[in-house]
């Protein structure tokens, strides 16, 4: 198994807490060369962990404070809980001049939330092997309570590959893959162990840094552009730069909401200026207010009741997603967010006016992203609503994107989307009605992932070809 993108190689660790959190991540790294466990402390002498960390050969101690001995610490995992201990240890190596980072809480979440379960690909992104836009939410938010607990700072990096479209038409899709994979790689190897790096989706990433104030972060910010400028020729994509956004917790917001939008509205004004910059908004300066989501749906629904089709497709999109999800085996909590996704998806054809003149279609789902992406509970749909109309051979828009560069949950979006404008003349659909519609689906070669359409057919296959599954 491999260990997930917080922890570079040749990282040298010692570990606070021998339950089962601890006994998940040895399990894990055990025959991983690239990472030392340097000690474990415990005063438990039956915890779940010890057995295992003898096997290793991994020194125990009775007293964490041990590791205050060992220079050659990279990082502190405390896998307690207990934030009391954390802040005293922190204190202790500040009175020592050490600079040895500490991953507290957050730790404790991933390594037995995550690894402990053995489901840690669930919150990865495939490609890159950064955490996902799900996990970096999970983060976010427990940074933002350590931070108000403990008054630390933290900031957050919003960053966009520039032109990332154009590489993708000029280059093919393979190519687009390597380069968001060596992005991804750059932006990791940039950052602290004890800095989350996730991928937002497409062509975006993001950075939570602890314990980092605003001129802090605008370093790490610029060392992560300067990286990934330097790519460029190696990947034969000259130029390749990022647009980054910067927003500080408390300075710039104490909410997820708030800081998701100071920086991501940061990253935009960047790409306004030119993209392969680093910007931050000033203390007292706002980004321009964004629709409400339950004004949104509002609208929706004003749509729906002069256009029966309008509300019935949200409906029907959403249930069929549902299905697909489940086809595919997917997680709860994944079919859950299909389900809000499918009902939705199409929030950015809402009419609002947008300014003068005609309204692009195309740019539907950019609304819709930016409509949910600073709504609490809605922020796990964004890169389905967002990417809905990526076609799996590149041809679709708004980014261009191909293959796995496009979410799971957005293709399952898609095929929903098109199941229903298939059968939207037929008053219900049994499982027989949806296996013919599939076979339509496979006629336009390169929208939806084969896979997905096989792994739907056969659960298909499985049940009642008279079942009833909707009606209207």
């Known amino acids: 198994m491999e260990v997930p ?41 039956e915890a779940e962990a010890l057995p295992l960390a003898r096997q290793l050969g991994i020194p125990i101690f009775e007293d964490y404070r041990v590791v205050l001995d060992m220079p050659q610490v990279d990082l502190i995992l405390n896998l307690t809980g207990d934030k009391a201990l954390e802040k005293e240890l922190r204190d202790l190596l500040k009175k020592r001049g050490r600079q040895t980072e500490i991953l507290g809480g957050l730790g404790g979440r991933l390594l037995w939330g995550v690894l402990g379960r053995k489901d840690y690909l669930a919150w990865t992104d495939p490609l890159t092997g950064l955490f996902n836009v799900a996990y970096f939410y999970r983060a976010l938010e427990e940074e933002i309570e350590r931070g108000m607990r403990y008054g630390s700072p933290f900031a957050l990096l919003f960053m966009d590959a520039d032109n990332f479209k154009d590489i993708n038409d000029r280059l093919g899709h393979l190519q687009g893959d390597r380069v968001l994979k060596a992005i991804g790689d750059a932006v990791a190897s940039s950052l602290r162990s004890a800095d989350i790096a996730a991928r937002y989706g497409g062509d975006e990433f993001t950075a939570i840094l602890p314990e980092t104030q605003v001129e802090g972060s605008v370093k790490v910010a610029e060392r992560v552009r300067k990286k990934v400028e330097g790519l460029g020729d190696s990947l034969g994509v000259s130029p390749l730069s990022l647009s980054i956004g910067v927003a500080v917790f408390p300075l710039d917001g104490i909410t997820a909401e708030e800081l998701v939008r100071r920086a991501d509205w940061a990253m935009y004004q960047a790409k306004k200026m030119g ?112 990417y809905h109309h990526e076609r799996y051979d590149g041809k679709g828009f708004p980014k261009g994107l191909m293959g796995k560069q496009i979410p799971q949950g957005a293709q399952v979006v898609l095929l929903a989307d098109k199941l229903h404008h298939i059968l939207e003349h037929e008053p219900q659909w049994r499982v027989g009605d949806l296996l013919k519609a599939l076979d339509e689906v496979e006629k336009d070669v390169g929208a939806v992932e084969p896979q997905m359409i096989e792994a739907f057919r056969e659960a298909l296959k499985s049940r009642p070809q008279d079942q009833l599954l909707l009606a209207f």
Not at 11 to 19: E, W
């Open 275 to 386: 993209g392969n910059r680093v910007f931050r908004l000033g203390v007292g300066k706002e980004p321009p207010a964004f629709f409400r989501v339950e004004d949104a749906l509002s609208l929706v629904s004003q749509k729906g009741e002069k256009d029966k089709f309008h509300r019935s497709h949200s409906e029907v999109v959403s249930k069929f997603s549902v299905e697909i999800g489940k086809a595919l085996g997917l997680n709860r909590a994944m079919v859950r967010l299909l389900r809000v996704a499918g009902a939705l998806h199409d929030i950015g054809k809402a009419e609002v006016s947008f300014g003068e003149g005609a309204w692009d279609y195309k740019e539907h789902p950019l609304i819709g992203a930016y409509m949910l992406r600073h709504v609490p509970y809605l922020r796990g749909i964004v890169p389905m609503v967002l």
């Open 5 to 45: 993108r917080i922890f570079p190689k040749g990282l040298k660790i010692f570990i606070i807490g021998g339950g089962r959190a601890c006994k998940a991540l040895l399990e894990t790294i055990m025959g991983d060369a690239s990472m030392e466990v340097l000690g474990l402390a415990e005063i438990n002498p």
